[in-house]
């Protein structure tokens, strides 16, 4: 298969287990082709969120592990290496729930971006993430802890664009915001894969933007990955129209008169 | 009014070395929430290591004054590599009384070394030092403390606030995993906060030596009193660290002068209860910023 | 004739009633027995006098552990000023006997009081300090306290110290060792099935539940202030009623052996013991009461052979550092304890030769 070549990132049926008694995800399995964004969409308690830490090394400070499988990225296991050791390899992930370091300002804030190269120049880059996220550039002295939801997230995701990233691992970045924040949000996002080639992956729960701007999505359930396909298929099927972009199969809205109907249910559980 | 000019000077002078004392003490709370009990130690064992170099080893003193940094600088690094980054992720009790262990043991290692007595420097800060104003006269122990004092305190503004590793340090303290995140190499940062602490922390040591003489215990217990400095100013303030060694400094010498000298050791003490009871994040803490 | 019970191998229990067993097998209740026909009859009658001294002193710590235990094993607040409240313990018991004559049997547990409401002065910070913060302002409560037993000369004659008189029991005049014996492990059961009793109450809950995550157990409406502040009255009633009985065992006590240094040795009875574990407790006074007289004879010996003097080595420094590195080695390799040890050595007796 030559799929190898073009995936910047490979999952091989990984498990992940916490505490070594709980298995969070059971033979996971995903491709995250060069230069696209990938979508992973499903519930709350799905796995979306541990699957990228067992991709960035976030699981060891949670006392995880991957316990099956192999992570491979551009050709290198990394599965179970140190964060410092892959972040270095050049994969970047934004938390959930936009993390900034509260006491620090703004620019300090994107200079801890820095932390894998932080003896070379940084101004670029600085110069890079204001281009994109303008509306950070007057509040560069702020303390992180007073900015509004959406320019926390623009910062964390400048934050992590400073560092270089090959790959981004966004974890919900329209988490809480107003609906026209996470449309701004997501159309850099778009820009940004556009221009710095950046590969993505995108961990949403709002299936409906993250679907208009992914090329490729996932949906998981229970630790599996029970869909896969373009994010164009996807959009059109009507199991992901009913449960995750909410909107019924018919189209137009039920009415109560018709509840003892046919009622659609997931096909794979 | 000459007895108050005196008590203040002194009291000032006494209090900046409490707060450079204290200083290290902030660089470890600040990067890895760790209480170091050690501390008073960490001072006493700079002390001593000068006192070996000068005295027996008749070293001249500015190059036994840089061993004993880069030394001590050696042995934080070390003391955190075997001792705390086993602890890393434990709870809180744990890493307390790990400290408290490791105060004790210190301290048994040094008194087995050195005794309980008390021993001093040969004098050798140059006479020029000294300060007479007036009928104030302010020895050059003094002098050359508080301006040792103030550098510090300038390099560690400096370095907190523009050097990288002093950003990166701050953001481990302010949030762990979105430093791992970031490729904050998360623990060589501890180590890095625990050697900068130790080597200040020698030098303090040193300072103190060579103004009351050099004795275990007395070294350990303002090792203790590092607590209601940083208290008052805050934990983990540095700015705070060295205000709140000032007013400690000050209302110590002002207690012994005109109330009681007995009362002088407790008096800070007393005072830290006052604080935690009024203000808990002291003078110039961070006051958690709640919004998310 | 009733049947045995033997521990079945798994959680069976149906009702309220068995979960209240403190033993729960005969087994378990005839060891019990035969430990404490042990301990009461055999041990006193074999013991030299010198054994019955450092176990009277191991049971005096015991009882101060077992408070200590309560404060920090179980309700999570760590106290660096239990020494100080057992020289309180210890001073109360002596004013009381001296100035106002009261007689043994209410002095130690008026001891134990008193004790128990200077704990609770020293307990309100916890209502707004958590974690590090109330660590350190128990710390400058036994700095003040030690002031104040120190200066306060009109009550505690500073360091002159106090000469109590002797114990009375049931007009019985209690002064031998063995006599103190008895006594001292008399109070210590009591106050060890105090303990383990009031540990599975709700009480007890309270405080595991306040240990674990405080903001949770406000949320399940348990009053966090105020189980904070009986913990720390329960614990120091205990140190109290340590220091009691130490102070009528001495004879005469005075300010000097209630520094930081005791504070930090009851920390590492618990902590070497076993945090929130009652045995560990006991474990933690017998091992660090145990390493004190080892420590002693090795000093004695190397005194006698004349090794020492000139070089700073004695039994002060000696302690220190064994004491640090018995804390520091536990807490990196058995941060569970010595209870942990005795659960494992335990269960690997009873599960043999199926141990798993």
């Known amino acids: 298969m030559g799929a190898s070549n073009e995936s910047l990132l490979v999952i091989n049926n990984i498990s992940v287990v916490y505490s070594d008694v709980i298995q969070v995800i059971k033979g996971v399995s995903l491709k995250v082709p060069r230069g696209r964004i990938v979508s992973l969409l499903g519930s709350n308690g799905a796995g979306k969120t541990t699957t990228l830490k067992a991709v960035s090394g976030l699981l060891k400070p949670e006392n995880g592990r991957v316990t099956d499988g192999e992570i491979v990225f551009d050709g290198e296991k990394i599965h179970n290496l140190s964060p410092e050791e892959i972040t270095r390899l050049g994969i970047i992930q934004v938390l959930e729930g936009r993390q900034p370091f509260k006491y620090l300002t703004v620019e300090e804030n994107l200079r801890v971006g820095t932390a894998t190269r932080w003896m070379k120049p940084y101004r670029q880059d600085l110069d890079l993430v204001y281009h994109y996220f303008p509306s950070l550039v007057q509040r560069r002295k702020t303390l992180a802890g007073y900015l509004s939801g959406g320019e926390t997230q623009m910062l964390v995701m400048g934050r992590a664009l400073m560092a270089h990233p090959r790959l981004l691992l966004l974890d919900e970045p329209s988490l809480g915001l107003a609906p026209l924040v996470v449309r701004e949000i997501f159309r850099i996002i778009k820009r940004i894969n556009e221009e ?60 109560y008169r018709e509840v003892k109907s ?3 249910r997931k096909r794979w559980l | ?51 070996v170099l000068v005295s027996w080893l008749k070293l001249p003193v500015a190059l036994a004054f840089l061993v004993t940094l880069c030394g001590s600088f050696a042995l934080g690094f070390a003391v955190e590599r075997v001792f705390l980054r086993p602890l890393i992720g434990e709870s809180l ?5 790990l400290t408290v262990g490791l105060a004790s043991m210190l301290k048994g290692i040094l008194l087995l070394f050195f005794g309980g007595n008390l021993q001093t420097y040969p004098d050798f800060l140059p006479g020029w030092l000294a300060v007479q104003a007036g009928s104030v006269y302010i020895p050059p122990v003094y002098v050359a403390s508080s301006l040792l004092g103030i550098v510090f305190l300038v390099l560690f503004g400096l370095f907190f606030k523009y050097s990288p590793q002093g950003i990166f340090m701050r953001s481990v303290a302010d949030n762990q995993t979105a430093a791992l995140s970031l490729g904050v190499h998360v623990k060589k940062v501890f180590a890095l ?7 200040v922390a020698s030098m303090s040591g040193v300072m103190l030596g060579i103004i009351n003489g050099i004795n275990v215990h007395e070294i350990s217990s303002i090792g203790l009193k590092v607590f209601p400095v940083v208290i008052l100013g805050g934990l983990d303030s540095i700015g705070g660290a060295i205000i709140g060694g000032m007013i400690i400094g000050l209302l110590e010498t002002f207690t012994s002068g005109y109330i009681s000298p007995s009362l002088r050791d407790v008096i800070p003490y007393i005072v830290l209860v006052a604080i935690l009871l009024v203000k808990p994040y002291g003078l110039f803490g961070l006051v958690e910023i709640e919004r998310v | ?66 408070g200590l235990n309560i404060l920090v094993g179980f309700t999570g607040q760590i106290s660096l000023g239990h020494g100080a409240f057992f020289g309180v313990g210890a001073y109360s018991a002596a004013v009381l006997a001296t100035r106002l004559q009261m007689p043994f049997w209410v002095c130690v547990p008026a001891a134990g009081i008193v004790t128990a409401l200077v704990g609770l002065v020293f307990g309100i910070p916890s209502g707004r300090l958590k974690g590090l913060y109330l660590t350190i302002a128990t710390l400058a409560g036994q700095f003040i306290i030690e002031y104040v037993l120190v200066h306060w000369e009109s009550l505690t004659q500073g360091s002159m110290g106090i000469v109590l008189p002797q114990a009375h029991l049931f007009g019985l005049p209690v002064s031998s060792d063995r006599a103190f014996f008895l006594l001292i492990f008399g109070v210590l059961v009591a106050m060890t099935l105090m303990a383990s009793n009031v540990m599975r109450t709700s009480y007890g809950r309270a405080f595991v539940a306040i240990r674990d995550n405080d903001r949770a157990a406000e949320g399940m409406g348990i009053p966090v202030f105020g189980y904070k502040l009986l913990s720390f009255a329960m614990s120091s009633f205990y140190a109290g009623v340590a220091g009691g009985l130490w102070a009528y065992y001495m004879r005469s006590i005075s300010t000097e052996p209630f520094t930081l240094g005791l504070s930090v040795e009851y920390l590492a009875m618990v902590i070497i013991g076993g945090l929130g574990s009652i045995p560990g407790s006991l474990f933690g006074a017998v091992f660090i009461t145990g390493l ?16 020492s003097s000139g070089f700073g080595l004695n039994l002060a420094s000696l302690r220190e550092f064994a004491f640090g590195l018995a804390i520091v080695v536990f807490i990196l390799f058995e941060p569970k304890g010595l209870a942990e040890i005795w659960r494992i050595v335990r269960s690997s007796f009873r599960l043999w030769p199926f141990s798993y």
């Open chain 2, 193 to 199: 906060s625990w050697a900068i602490a130790a080597m």
């Open chain 3, 292 to 307: 004190n007289e080892i420590l002693r004879y090795l000093t004695d010996a190397m005194m006698n052979m004349g090794i």
């Open chain 2, 93 to 97: 009790i744990f890493v307390i009384m």
């Open chain 2, 1 to 51: 009014m000459d007895f108050f000019i005196h008590l203040f000077i002194n009291g000032l002078s006494v209090g900046l070395l409490y707060g450079v004392s204290a200083l290290g003490f902030v660089m470890i709370f600040k990067s890895s929430s760790v209480l170091n009990f050690a501390h008073g130690q960490l001072l006493a064992i700079g002390a001593f290591a000068f006192l």
């Open chain 3, 1 to 66: 004739m009733r049947r045995l019970r033997f521990h079945p191998c798994g959680n069976y229990k149906e009702d309220r009633l068995e979960q209240l067993f403190l033993f729960e097998t005969d087994f378990g209740r005839a060891c019990t027995l035969a430990g404490l026909f042990l301990l009461f009859v055999v041990l006193p009658l074999a013991s030299p006098p010198y054994l019955i001294y450092v176990l009277n002193i191991t049971g005096i710590a015991a009882i101060a552990a077992l």
């Open chain 1, 262 to 264: 046919y009622k659609r």
């Open chain 1, 196 to 255: 710095q080639k950046t590969t993505i992956v995108l961990v949403e729960q709002n299936a409906n933007m993250a679907l208009r701007i992914a090329h490729y999505g996932y949906v998981m359930e229970n630790g599996r990955v029970v869909m896969e396909g373009d994010s164009g298929y996807l959009r059109g099927n009507p199991d992901v129209k009913e449960f995750y972009l909410g909107v019924s199969a018919g189209g137009a809205s039920r009415s």
